[in-house]
């Protein structure tokens, strides 16, 4: 039937990295041409090392698109992949999508219509995966250590991080609705979206109190949530007669996104340790507050908070005279409101 089309493709990948290095330093070679193809004339071997990284990526794909008389779009897509970076456990993940379209520019009723060249309205829901962490960040690496006997020296090993056999794959959830347009004969075009954001299971370094023997461990340690609105517009303000006439084309587009962190281990707990607060960006400034300066007639007050004239005044946030941990705040972060550009093109004979 001429009003139906259906592709279904199939994917198999296989990705693997493995990288060898060695290394030797030395200082006194006799004579500059050798370079390195005999360091063992040198007079001082200072040290050697070597190193061995290999990860492997395997990966299973399905997608079906089937389109409707021009008018309807549909786009089932199911992937499977599994990294050798993560936890015996957790190997394998599994990220299904969905996305539907309406081209509403080539319904029957709009044929008639002198304004729209294109008016396409887009919806997709789906999740993709993330595996970016170090080769090795699951297990319990050890390093080399030496012990003092006596005099000498006994050199051993020591556990140098922590291992993690749970540690899955950081997965984002992601829902779009959008509309494409382009009106005039093309000579305005663009696109509106808005999307919402949701990611779990985040892959990060969760800081440990030095009593633990260890500074940090790698974990899946809660979910974030983005929201936001993109918009985009492009115009033809002047279009040339032939190819050495002047042009004239302009883009607009500008986003606004909103993050926050909307779980942490399982619950609603903050971890002031690592920074992270619930309801606020992954990323704060947690400081004390800045008031101004302590002046040369507030000597008496200044005193009660161990300051003098001078200093650096700091907010007493919670009214019990001591300034302490307690009186920090979220200050701010470092993600903009509002981020957007604007680019003009100008071309004539070629130019």
Request: hydrophobic share 35%.
């Amino acid at each position: 039937n001429e009003k139906h089309a259906l592709e279904v493709t199939g994917l198999f990948g296989l990705q693997h990295r493995q990288l060898e290095a060695t290394n030797i330093s030395v200082r006194g070679i006799p004579v500059e041409e050798m370079q390195y193809y005999n360091f063992g004339a040198a007079e001082e071997i200072l040290g050697t090392g070597s190193d061995f990284q290999r990860w492997d990526i395997v990966s299973y794909m399905g997608r079906v698109n089937y389109i409707f008389d021009d008018r309807f779009l549909a786009t089932l897509t199911a992937r499977i992949d599994g990294s050798s970076r993560f936890g015996s456990n957790h190997r394998y993940g599994f990220f299904p999508s969905i996305a539907l379209g309406w081209t509403i520019s080539n319904e029957s009723f709009m044929q008639d219509n002198n304004i729209f060249d294109l008016l396409k309205l887009r919806a997709t829901v789906g999740e993709t995966g993330n595996t970016g962490i170090d080769p090795y960040g699951t297990q319990g690496i050890l390093q080399r250590t030496s012990y003092a006997f006596d005099e000498s020296a006994g050199y051993g090993f020591r556990p140098n991080q922590l291992r993690n056999d749970n540690l899955k794959w950081e997965t984002t959830r992601q829902f779009n609705a959008g509309i494409d347009y382009a009106i005039l004969g093309g000579r305005i075009s663009g696109a509106a979206e808005f999307y919402v954001q949701q990611t779990r299971d985040l892959l990060m370094e969760r800081q440990l109190p030095f009593t633990s023997g260890f500074g940090s461990v790698m974990e899946n340690v809660g979910s974030t949530k983005n929201v936001g609105f993109e918009f985009s517009l492009s115009s033809i303000n002047i279009k040339p007669k032939d190819e050495k006439g002047f042009s004239w084309n302009t883009d607009l587009n500008f986003a606004t996104n909103k993050e926050s962190i909307t779980e942490l281990y399982g619950g609603e707990q903050d971890d002031v340790g690592n920074r992270w607060f619930i309801g606020k960006p992954l990323q704060v400034y947690y400081d004390f507050e800045k008031i101004g300066i302590w002046q040369s007639n507030e000597v008496d007050e200044a005193e009660r908070y161990g300051r003098t004239p001078g200093e650096i005044k700091v907010k007493d946030q919670n009214g019990d005279g001591v300034i302490n941990d307690e009186d920090r705040v979220i200050l701010g972060n470092n993600r903009p409101t509002l981020t957007g550009g604007l680019t003009n093109r100008f071309g004539y004979k070629g130019f």
